[in-house]
């Protein structure tokens, strides 16, 4: 019977060993018929990649469309995300950036599925740009740290997609006046380009850190690295890298006042870029407008500056549009089309405000997560073993009873030790990533609100210097035609007109004066709020009760304006909606805590339907720019009640914006 028994059992295994060979030979059979029909198709899907590779933006878009078919047929869900990729930053080179933007959400799926990390890291970074050139900082800055986090963990730092990523976040940041990051991130960019050979990267990055030092007025050394990327550019054939190179040398003369020397580089960027890289030409027809100007050829001017306006409205850009309206308005008020230059003036204010609307940069909590992205601790456990000379039968039982229980005990012990420190090190390192959050937040909101203030001084001058100036030589010609001629004080259309230009002198000093208040510089922040609400009372139902309390003499010039601000937008939503007849505006210094109380007995309203107004958003960006907090209380009949608070002792001169 043991015979029997013995013997089945030599049976059963090699009748086990036969069929487990037979499936092995039955999947490779299979999984080479597989390959076989997959490298077929691959074969064409290769060929068609190559040929889009070296088309025109428009043909490489067909093609890659075809691509992304056979993939999908093909089940071959890593080219097809590539091929999604690659038709997304055709749209982008295009300047459809929303386009793009649509077809790299759609490759995630694909990238995701191809489990691809790098794939993944990929995606993350195309998103990034579409963001960017939109003029999303928020998300693009996120979707960037996302493609980092995923290169870390696939050791991919020194890649083509990680030198994109750096050269683009120092570009995020130049656009927030944040210019040492700025660098920071091209010297990353520039170093993994050159160690990884990407010459087409290392041109680029070379460029834009030419604009980096235009922007800091340092021509010469902006010209050295334009000049620099051009030659690579030219060694790799790349046409839309020279368009970049020629339109930055050109702009770099212009900001030297070498007009004519701008214009030939100028023109070739055009050339280069025209129907193909259109934000490259448009950009480039703004300077050769800013040159043709300076050199007095108004109607050249006027031309191209018109038609690239016209374009980058078209296609969405508003990225330097402005330098092309400041440009327009002065050859408009150079060839006396006064009419057009208000026009211009007004398309440029309603651009600005969308630029720094806050629903454009909405949850810029911005967020720069720090580029060193903390990684979790791994466990690392050993097994225990434990190991006993055996003397008896019942000893030896015993013993590995007694040797498994002891084991399993402190196995458990351990694991609970790293478990619970593991959990520690993970609460540590989240609370860390959250402050870095708060102080990024805290940082990118501060270079936002800055940003606006920069604009108000600009606008300021341009309203008292340029328009008021022009507003005071009509008024001056206007009173001298009396001399002239007596006849004229006694039509009625010549008074009605000098009353006309002069309350319009009036009006523009009133809003020069509300953007950029010259009484902050001359007196204190009470005496410069009171002043303000005695203004708002003049010729007005509104009654202001203004009360202060406390020394206010150690704030900085820069905290004081923005409380000013604070306090001005507050009292402006009062007179535009509550209908109020009294308000109180209270402001309180107690130690280092500074409090602010509005408080108005208008007709008030329903605070969670217009949670998302344009004018709460701004006062939420400036109160969290300082690290400040609020209450806002509001009910239908009974008027409004806001407080702010401050906590001194926590922001620094050098933190204020």
């Not at 535009?576 to 208008?602: F, K």
């Amino acid at each position: 019977m043991c015979r029997n028994s013995f013997s089945c059992r030599i049976f059963i295994r090699f009748l086990s060993v036969c069929i487990l060979l037979l499936f092995h030979n039955i999947s490779s059979f299979g999984q080479h018929i597989f390959n076989a029909n997959f490298n077929s198709d691959t074969a064409g899907i290769y060929q068609l990649q190559a040929k889009a590779k070296n088309a025109e933006t428009d043909s490489a878009i067909i093609l890659y469309k075809e691509v992304l078919k056979k993939c999908i047929d093909a089940n071959y869900p890593e080219g097809a995300g590539k091929a999604l990729l690659d038709i997304g930053q055709k749209y982008i080179d295009k300047g459809r950036f929303q386009d793009g933007l649509n077809y790299f959400r759609q490759a995630f799926h694909w990238c995701l599925k191809s489990g691809n990390k790098e794939d993944i890291a990929t995606y993350y970074s195309a998103v990034g740009l579409a963001y960017f050139y939109l003029g999303d900082y928020v998300n693009a800055t996120e979707n960037y740290y996302n493609a980092l986090s995923e290169l870390k963990k696939i050791n991919k730092t020194v890649s083509l997609t990680a030198a994109n990523i750096y050269s683009d976040l120092a570009n995020i940041h130049l656009r927030l006046n944040q210019n040492a990051k700025a660098l920071n991130y091209f010297n990353e960019a520039e170093s993994i380009a050159r160690q990884g050979n990407f010459d087409y990267k290392l041109a680029m990055v070379l460029i834009n850190k030419g604009e980096y030092f235009l922007g800091q007025k340092k021509t010469d050394s902006a010209r050295t690295y334009f000049l620099e990327g051009l030659e690579i550019a030219k060694k790799i054939d790349k046409s839309d890298l020279q368009a970049y190179a020629n339109k930055d040398i050109g702009e770099a003369f212009v900001a030297s006042s070498q007009y004519e020397k701008a214009i030939p580089y100028l023109q070739l960027a055009i050339n280069l870029a025209k129907n193909k890289y259109n934000y490259i030409a448009i950009n480039a027809s703004y300077n050769l407008g800013d040159a043709w100007y300076h050199l007095g050829k108004y109607h050249e001017a006027e031309a191209i500056l018109v038609s690239s306006l016209k374009e980058a409205t078209d296609a969405n850009l508003k990225d330097n549009t402005i330098k092309g309206y400041t440009t327009l308005t002065a050859v408009y008020k150079a060839t006396g089309q006064y009419k057009k230059a208000f026009d211009c003036i007004e398309n440029m204010s309603v651009l600005k405000d969308t630029l720094t609307s806050i629903e454009k940069t909405k949850a810029i909590n911005q967020m720069e997560i720090r580029s060193q992205i903390a990684e979790k601790d791994k466990m690392n456990s050993d097994n225990l073993l434990v190991i006993a000379q055996q003397k008896s039968k019942l000893a030896q039982k015993n013993l590995w009873i007694t040797a498994i229980a002891a084991s399993i005990f402190l196995l458990g012990l351990i694991l609970a030790g790293i478990s619970r420190n593991n959990r520690h090190k993970q609460s540590l390192q989240a609370e860390h990533i959250k402050s870095l959050q708060q102080e990024n937040k805290i940082g990118v909101l501060k270079a936002i609100v800055l940003g606006e203030e920069n604009e108000r001084k600009r606008i300021a001058r341009e309203l008292h210097d340029g328009i008021g100036g022009m507003l005071s030589a009509a008024m001056m010609r206007f009173m001298t035609i009396p001399h002239e001629n007596q006849e004229i004080t006694r039509i009625p259309a010549y008074n009605e007109v000098m009353d006309l230009l002069g309350e319009m002198g009036d009006e523009i000093r009133k809003t020069a004066h509300n953007l950029m208040p010259e009484v902050l510089m001359k007196q204190s922040l009470p005496d410069a709020v009171r002043s303000f609400c005695n203004y708002v009372q003049q010729g007005g139902p509104l009654q202001i009760d203004f009360q202060c309390y406390g020394s206010f003499d150690t704030i900085t010039q820069d905290f004081k304006l923005n409380i000013y601000r604070i306090i001005q937008e507050l009292v402006k939503n009062i007179t535009q909606h509550s209908r109020a007849s009294h308000a109180l505006v209270q402001m309180q210094m107690h130690e280092q805590l500074l409090t602010i109380t509005v408080e108005d007995n208008g007709i008030g309203f329903d605070a969670g339907t217009v949670k998302n107004g344009l004018g709460l958003h701004n006062l939420q960006t400036r109160i969290r720019s300082l690290d400040g907090h609020y209450t806002f209380e509001s009910e239908a009949g009974k008027g409004t009640s806001v407080y702010i608070e401050f906590d001194l002792r926590n922001i620094t001169s050098n933190e204020m914006v």
